[in-house]
């Protein structure tokens, strides 16, 4: 009876979540209620609530649920675990492309994406959470990088710091145009040779 209880409470927060995807992509994430999120789930708002104490909560369990296996690959180069840690460059670039191309054959990982980097709006708590979580990140794209400098130098000018900050903006603004607007590029052609062009810089090539 208690496993039967925890499916349903598993079933009834992935139902608040599925609403959750599909209000805040239609009117984005500051305009919607918790009540219409209810109503589009079929739930109560206090079930809501049990869930999630808020909107900042569940737009980081819409994150959490469509996070990006490679995220776990640059923590693990960042620390100098693994095999992807011994080639530290090359693995990174992987990572990065593979990212885009997750986002490219994954509708689910686009509406969220486009929830939060278009529909965030003013929302607070969530917009300082994104932050926080983006500087996180930063820091260990940053020391990845430096596993990376200390096996072959970045050529010229790069630092891990600078690398770190190309990459990362360079992924997030393509990644917003193209959802924005799906007809001024290709993400998968463009994008990606964008990509490939930044790495052999960093390369020297």
Not at 36 to 53: C, K, L
Not at 65 to 77: G, H, S
């Amino acid at each position: 009876m208690v496993r039967k209880t925890k499916a349903e409470a598993e079933k009834t927060r992935t139902e608040i979540l599925d609403a959750a995807e599909t209000v805040f992509l239609e009117k984005g994430a500051a305009s919607t209620s918790l009540e219409e999120i209810a109503r589009e789930a079929g739930v109560t708002r206090g079930a809501v609530y049990w869930h999630f104490a808020n909107k900042a909560d569940i737009i980081d369990a819409l994150i959490e649920r469509t996070r990006f296996p490679q995220q776990d690959t640059i923590a693990r180069i960042a620390e100098g675990d693994g095999e992807d840690a011994a080639l530290a460059l090359e693995a990174i670039e992987k990572a990065c492309f593979d990212s885009l191309n997750l986002i490219i054959d994954d509708p689910q990982r686009q509406r969220v994406q486009t929830i939060v980097l278009l529909r965030m709006e003013a929302l607070g708590d969530a917009l300082e959470r994104r932050v926080a979580y983006n500087r996180t990140m930063r820091q260990t794209f940053t020391r990845a990088f430096e596993v990376a400098h200390t096996q072959t130098p970045l050529a010229g000018n790069w630092t891990p710091r600078l690398a770190a900050y190309a990459a990362s903006t360079m992924m997030q603004g393509m990644v917003r145009e193209w959802l924005e607007d799906p007809e001024r590029f290709d993400l998968r052609t463009d994008g990606l040779s964008c990509l490939r062009s930044l790495f052999a810089s960093f390369k020297g090539e």
